[in-house]
């Protein structure tokens, strides 16, 4: 099922038809000579429903009036009009009416003039109760006031993530770009959505550092698939704390970020590039102590404190020249590092504590868990005990 959700404003320029008609045309060719976009646009769409959106004052008399609805309804609707007293029991008759002659099942939504955050809330229920989980939803933001359109590019984003609406689709018709053979483009808008996408994406890394977020943007924005997908397999291998498969896997696609120039991935690309750039490090031990920072930061404190440990421990194994891959080896110089240094025994019943969701025998590192700040402390002072340069 799909909904196409128009804006209905307070158009002056014509008493007749409320807005100035013009000559819509799509990039496809298709075009209609109409005052009210959203008509041209149901028309081009074929959706299953047209929900009209306006407040108690938009043009509800003209425009119902041009549509050919019942005259004393149109009566009715101009004096309340002019007051803004418009309420939805003299919408249903033209409603009705309307539907009948377009063939397409037709709602009205009065919603408030979204003067302030209440009303701009209550806005953006009143839409999440007419559009049902998994509708195909378009929206066109074409007429209505000017500050709608900022509203709807948030109601898109909500409606998406609340109620689970699959947005296809925004579309303007842009009046003020007629051109001098009197065609007005039609604008698509998706592309915002695409963009706030990315942000939210930049925002969920900065968060919990899982750069996977990107892989299918990436692969929306153009690039080749199978190299987007292995930025997720970085990702996951990362946050199993597997920063040798991590780095293998970056190591083959960060090339890739880098010469990507997607219209998106070039606006963001070097923000990203920056934010995964710790597999260049030389050591073993500079990836795993920079992705420690790197999790202290974030409050992922569990993280922090294995990456951290594990630095430690590759670091032992290179001052002893043996291989921090294989673990005999590696566990070898875990036990020689854990008795030669009390902060690392420290680091260690930390990270077990965390792990394990038990309190340690120690009373200060009980008392260290029971407070974030001190936690983050002690993460802090255990790396200068451990890595001093």
């Known amino acids: ?26 990039d496809d060719g298709f075009s209609r000579r109409v005052p009210f976009f959203g008509l041209a646009l149901a028309e081009y769409l074929k959706p299953d429903r047209l929900v009209l959106v306006g407040t108690a004052s938009s043009m509800w008399d003209v425009f119902f009036h041009r549509e050919g609805a019942d005259d004393e309804a149109v009566l009715q609707l101009m004096a309340a009009v002019e007051t803004g007293e418009v309420d939805q029991d ?8 309307l539907s009948e002659r377009l063939g397409v099942a037709v709602d009205c939504l009065l919603i408030p003039y979204a003067r302030d955050a209440a009303e701009q809330a209550g806005i953006l229920r009143l839409l999440a109760a007419v559009v049902p989980p998994a509708e195909e939803l378009y929206i066109d933001v074409t007429h209505g006031f000017r ?3 900022m509203l709807a590019l948030v109601a898109a984003r909500y409606l998406a993530r609340v109620v689970g609406v699959k947005v296809q689709e925004l579309y303007y018709g842009a009046f003020e770009m007629t051109t001098p053979e009197g065609e007005t483009p039609v604008l698509r808008l998706g592309g915002l959505l695409a ?8 925002a969920s890394y900065d968060k919990d550092g899982d750069y996977g977020a990107f892989s299918p943007l990436l692969a929306a924005d153009g690039m080749e698939k199978g190299r987007a997908d ?8 990362e946050r199993t704390n597997n920063p040798v498969k991590a780095r293998e896997k970056l190591n083959s696609v960060f090339p890739s970020v880098e010469a ?18 710790w597999f260049r490090a030389p050591m073993r031990n500079d990836w795993e102590l920079t992705l420690a920072d790197a999790y202290r930061e974030r409050g992922d404190y569990l993280r922090a404190a294995t990456f951290m440990y594990e630095a430690f421990v590759t670091g032992a ?28 025994r420290e680091l260690e019943n930390l990270r077990n504590a965390m792990a394990h969701g038990v309190r340690p025998r120690a009373g200060q590192e009980a008392r260290t868990l029971d407070d974030e700040s001190a ?7 255990l790396r200068k005990d451990l890595f001093q340069p």
């Open 375 to 381: 936690l983050r402390a002690a993460l802090k002072s």
């Open 147 to 149: 500050h709608l359109p």
């Open 195 to 202: 963009m706030l996408d990315w942000v939210d994406a930049l």
């Open 230 to 237: 292995l930025l997720a397999r970085a990702a996951y291998f």
């Open 317 to 344: 194994c290179n001052v002893r020249r043996v291989n921090p891959n294989e673990f005999r080896e590696r566990d070898e110089a875990r036990s020689s590092a854990r008795e030669a240094q009390p902060a690392f």
């Open 1 to 26: 099922m799909s909904t196409l959700i128009s804006f209905l404003g307070k158009g002056q320029a014509d008493p007749q038809t409320g807005y100035r008609t013009a000559n819509y045309r799509f």
């Open 90 to 97: 003299m919408l249903e008759l033209p409603r009705r009416q």
């Open 260 to 277: 990507h120039r997607g219209p998106l991935g070039e606006l963001f690309g070097e923000t990203l590039a920056k934010r995964i750039s």
